[in-house]
């Protein structure tokens, strides 16, 4: 048997990652690459979004009321019941890595996509993501990452199988944004802090949305 040094093995590891890293990067290139971009822009607009994961633009607050659950205490004269609340603040901001960067790529492909076809695909995966969407305290929404972008590149091949990539790419990234982030909104007042439009739980949607739907389309 032949057995690899300990040294060899322990940089294997280490290099394990950054093996992934720049698999990642290099996929994610080709992906862009075949939405019309250069190599170098596929590569500005990757560092761009994860970098821009970060950063969270605010654009309005709103109150957000706490509510706590029903305490039932013992007492001397019988049992008795309160619910109390508490007002708080609530941030509702865009994610530039997982908002403003797609968009600005969606319109950008705008014009290669045919409209009829992208609506109703667009309008398909709104409602899909809308209603696989979560809540989670403490997180935010999140979707399974995988669905959006199959998702819009099954429905691109249905709907648009002569210019699947623009219309995979913007119905899936719509889809996320409107579907699991904005139709959302209404259902989080009770929780307070910073929601953001494209980030945390959404963003990993989002962002395979770019490679999977132009490496599959």
Known sequence: ?????????????LLLPLFFFLLQIEFFRIALSKLGLSPQ??????????????INIPI????ATIFYPENVPFSMFGNF???GSKVTKQTISINLGGCI??????IYLLPRAPLL???FSTVITVIVCFKLSKIVPGKGITIPALLPPVLAVVMAYLLAPHNKIPVAYISGVLGVLIGADILNLPYIEKFPGVISIGGAGVFDG???VGIISALLA
Do not use: D, K, V, W
């Not at 032949?2 to 322990?10: A, D, E, G, Q, T």
């Not at 590569?43 to 970098?51: D, G, H, M, Q, R």
């Open 1 to 13: 048997m032949i057995f690899l040094p300990l040294s060899i093995m322990f940089i294997f590891i």
């Open 41 to 54: 822009s596929a590569l500005l607009i990757f560092f761009l979004s994860l970098i821009g994961s970060l």
């Open 60 to 63: 309005y607050t709103r109150e």
């Open 81 to 83: 019941g309160f619910q």
């Open 101 to 106: 960067i797609p968009i600005l790529l969606c």
């Open 117 to 119: 076809p992208l609506f």
């Open 206 to 208: 989002i962002f395979l």
